[in-house]
Nanobody, 127 residues
């Protein structure tokens, strides 16, 4: 069982930045982030999928141009750099990882294709 350990959440003002980290204890083929606010479904944010050329990144439209997902091979860790934060980015952010099979790119938001989940880290953006 792959364990995911998240860090980096916190409180920031509108327009500020935060960087989330997610370290995996085992091999994964893709790692990414979802977020959830109370009373709503968990929402896909971004994912980094390993491939022969290095990797491919995917983002939900609302964070494109503001968030950047990257990985550190040596540390088996992915990062989510969040710039230009808005109050609507406030949520609990969950790290997700896929270690069985290739990522289905037409179903990035489908939680069932991710095999492992972190416990979540709170991000709060004040207005």
């Amino acid at each position: 069982q792959v364990q995911l350990v998240e860090s980096g959440g916190g409180l920031v003002q509108t327009g500020g930045s935060l960087r989330l980290s997610c370290a995996a204890s085992g091999r994964t083929d893709a790692m990414g982030w979802f977020r959830q606010v109370p009373g709503k479904e968990r929402q896909f944010v971004a994912v980094f999928s390993w491939n022969w050329s290095g990797g491919t990144t995917y983002y939900t439209d609302s964070v494109k141009g503001r968030f950047t997902i990257s990985r550190d091979n040596a540390k088996n860790t992915v990062y989510l750099q969040m710039n230009g934060l808005k109050p609507e980015d406030t949520a609990v952010y969950y790290c997700a990882a896929k270690s069985r099979g290739r990522l289905i790119t037409t179903a990035l938001a489908v939680e069932a294709q991710y095999d492992h989940w972190g416990q979540g880290t709170q991000v709060t953006v004040s207005s």
